[in-house]
């Protein structure tokens, strides 16, 4: 299966069962006869990286490998230098290129990298998490966090292609699993009803029985989205919904709860809050948490409201007095609003209250 992402330089998401032992195949021409660099984390290292090297090495290209502890808190700039330091020392040059091999932490950090090292080399994508694959390695953004807060300082930078190996998901824990499958039922929710109907209480034996295709529709709806709007100075926004509240719960929890959690929570108290404020005709925040049903237990909104706004307006979206919040019109179609700062503290009550 094939995605054509259209952006400014297109390139495609290719998603195939068993692709990852004969990625090299599937490697731009430009790319033949290169010195590889495969980066990744010490988790997905012993797991898919002879299998990615073996088959780069059958096709004569020359591999090096990176490997950088997993975890969000090397995902900064200090791991960064050393990153292009090896580059420096293995004499990488603006020909060869890099290939990020797993989650959204590794495709961050090593889309970033190839965006600097030499002023910008090539990349490849080799997403290994379900949310990499439906998420972060499409569209471009590249990040690593600073000691004020996620993702401060990147780029956007998009890779020469995607290969997504949907088998490698079988490795992942529960918890990383249903990460992805928040960021799924989001692009559901943003902009395709049937297909937000069709993910609606599937367990993770259900997601893995036709995962190629619900991969593939997700790199779809945020290609789409991603190619109106590559530089997120509009309609992309759209694929923060439910982030604003979430990432605030993240903070306030202390990172006790997942991404995923916190932005399937995010996605209800937004959803009701936009009933109560007006704003849409339907709450379809029961509708929302009945999407996850086959994964967690009612979802936790014993949240304050005041310490969610306080967090919440630190977020980098905030644009002066003015904020834009994402809210359902439909199921399948969200829309962007502009609010008063002070009034997402409101949004934010409405939201938290069960009824
Ligand atoms: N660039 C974007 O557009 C974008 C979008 C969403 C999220 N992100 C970023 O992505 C990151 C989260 O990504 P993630 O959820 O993939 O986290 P991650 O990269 O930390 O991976 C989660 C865990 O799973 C392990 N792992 C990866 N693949 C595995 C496999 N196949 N089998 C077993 N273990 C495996 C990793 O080592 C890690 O411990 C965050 O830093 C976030 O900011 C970026
Ligand atoms: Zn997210």
């Not at 936009?274 to 948490?289: L, N, V």
């Not at 179609?333 to 008063?340: G, L, P, Q, R």
Request: charged share 25%; proline share 3%; with cysteine.
């Amino acid at each position: 299966m094939k995605v054509k992402i259209n952006v400014k330089k297109p390139y495609d998401v290719i998603i195939e069962k068993g692709i990852l032992s004969e990625m090299a195949e599937y490697l731009p021409i430009g790319l033949k006869k290169k010195t590889a660099v495969i980066i990744t984390d010490n988790n997905v290292m012993p797991l898919y990286e002879p299998i990615v090297r073996k088959s780069l090495e059958s096709a004569d290209f020359n591999v090096f490998s990176y490997v950088f502890k997993s975890g969000e808190k090397h995902k900064t700039p200090e791991e960064l230098v050393g990153i292009l330091n090896f580059l420096a020392e293995i004499k990488v040059t603006r020909s060869d290129f890099i290939i990020a091999l797993g989650g959204g932490i590794v495709g961050d950090m090593a889309g970033f990298i190839a965006g600097i090292y030499l002023r910008g080399i090539r990349y490849v994508q080799i997403p290994t998490t379900f949310l990499a694959a439906v998420d972060s390695s499409v569209g471009g953004k590249t990040a690593v966090n600073l000691k004020a807060g996620k993702n401060l300082a990147g780029l956007f930078y998009q890779p020469e292609i995607v290969i997504c190996d949907p088998e490698t998901f079988h490795t992942l824990d529960n918890v990383t699993f249903a990460d992805g499958v928040s960021e799924a039922v989001k692009h559901g929710f943003i902009s395709d009803e049937m297909f937000f109907r069709s993910l609606s209480g599937k367990t993770r034996e259900q997601y893995m029985e036709n995962i190629a295709e619900i991969v593939m529709r997700n790199v779809e709806i945020k290609g789409e989205i991603v190619a109106g709007d590559e530089l997120e100075k509009g309609k992309r926004q759209l694929l923060n919904f439910g982030h604003t509240a979430g990432h605030a719960i993240e903070i306030c929890t202390n990172h006790a709860v997942s991404h995923g959690q916190a932005v399937a929570a995010g996605m209800v108290l937004m959803s009701r809050a936009a009933y109560k404020k007006g704003f849409c005709d339907i709450d379809f925040s029961q509708e929302i948490e009945a999407a996850f049903s086959g994964f967690q237990g009612p979802i936790n909104l014993n949240y304050s409201a005041e310490k969610l706004y306080e967090t919440g307006l630190s977020d980098k979206k905030r644009r002066g007095a003015k904020i834009n919040i994402i809210i359902p019109e439909r199921i399948g179609k969200c829309v962007i609003k502009e609010i008063n700062a002070e009034e997402l503290l409101e949004v934010f009550r409405l939201g938290l209250e069960k009824k």
